[in-house]
């Protein structure tokens, strides 16, 4: 490249169509990383091996306009306000029972396979039935206690999509 070139490619010509590229550009990608690829750095052990504390994703937030949660999908979970957000795996949906015994998910009794759970402590939780308008959900690392972990049933409403790699 001349340094005629480079000097036109650092310092374009401030015309009035590279100022509306440069608009349309930021509107677009502001639109972009606010309300369909939402960044997010996770933050503690919930979901490992899956995924490791201190990794970065995005939410895409547009995976179920159409189409409804699945069981074992990973998600992200609105927490608190629309800035704090869990990683977390679906479980069970309204209406089924989930208990933990000796570690293992049970779901209306019957037990689960989790190939994605490496190792279990001996998690025990009596069973629950999952309200209306609800999911369960539950991180991939059982290998602490369950007291550490942030689970449960929480609202459908409060996914907000699912992360991309």
Do not use: C
């Not at 201190?54 to 306009?65: E, I, Q, V």
């Not at 704090?84 to 933990?100: D, N, Q, S």
């Amino acid at each position: 490249m001349t340094g005629k070139k480079l000097q036109k490619f650092l310092f374009p010509d401030l015309n009035r169509k590279f100022l509306i590229r440069i608009i349309v550009v930021g509107i677009s990608a502001f639109i972009l990383f606010k309300y369909i690829l939402i960044p997010f750095r996770i933050q503690g052990f919930s979901m490992v091996p899956t995924y490791n504390n201190g990794g970065f994703n995005f939410s895409f937030t547009l995976k179920y306009l159409l189409t409804p949660p699945k069981r074992f999908d990973v998600v992200t979970v609105r927490f608190s306000g629309t800035h704090v957000m869990l990683l977390k795996r679906i479980v069970a949906f309204e209406g089924e029972t989930v208990e933990f015994k000796k570690g293992f998910l049970l779901i209306n009794g019957r037990k689960i396979d989790e190939p994605y759970v490496s190792k279990r402590q001996s998690w025990d939780l009596a069973p629950r039935i999952v309200k209306k308008g609800h999911v369960y959900v539950v991180g991939d690392n059982r290998n602490v206690p369950m007291q550490t972990h942030h689970f449960g049933q929480t609202p459908i409403n409060r996914i907000t999509g699912v992360p991309i790699w």
